[in-house]
Nanobody, 113 residues
Framework: QVQLVESGGGLVQPGGSLRLSCAAS????????MNWVRQAPGKGLEWVSG??????YYTDSVKGRFTISRDNDKSTLYLQMNELKPEDTAVYYC????????WGKGTLITVSA
């Protein structure tokens, strides 16, 4: 019933760009804080970025390179990723935080020459 489906992952060269999308359904998208969380190989979960009615927020390592946005009419979350670095390699998860928390299955981004 509730679905968060990430897309746009893949292989990209250092310095390149990628745009992730997350299509949401089955819950009241516009009332939820939406976030991107990533997990690098062999490492723990790291919160990357979030967006709510108050604004947008980023972890220091991606500030100035990534831009989070949302289209409430389409129930879709986006992450524009520029100037990608090898350390950005990870599985990226779309998450919704509200009455209950929802997680997508994730999409893999590999940054390598």
């Amino acid at each position: 019933q509730v679905q968060l489906v990430e897309s746009g992952g893949g292989l990209v060269q250092p310095g390149g760009s990628l745009r992730l999308s997350c299509a949401a359904s089955g819950f009241s998208f516009s009332y939820y804080s939406m976030n991107w969380v990533r997990q690098a190989p062999g490492k723990g979960l790291e919160w990357v970025s979030g967006i709510n009615s108050g604004g947008t927020y980023y972890t220091d390592s991606v500030k100035g390179r990534f831009t989070i946005s949302r289209d409430n009419d389409k129930s879709t979350l986006y992450l524009q990723m520029n100037e990608l670095k090898p350390e950005d390699t990870a599985v990226y998860y779309c998450t919704g935080w509200g009455f209950v928390d929802y997680w997508g299955k994730g999409t893999l981004i590999t940054v390598s020459a």
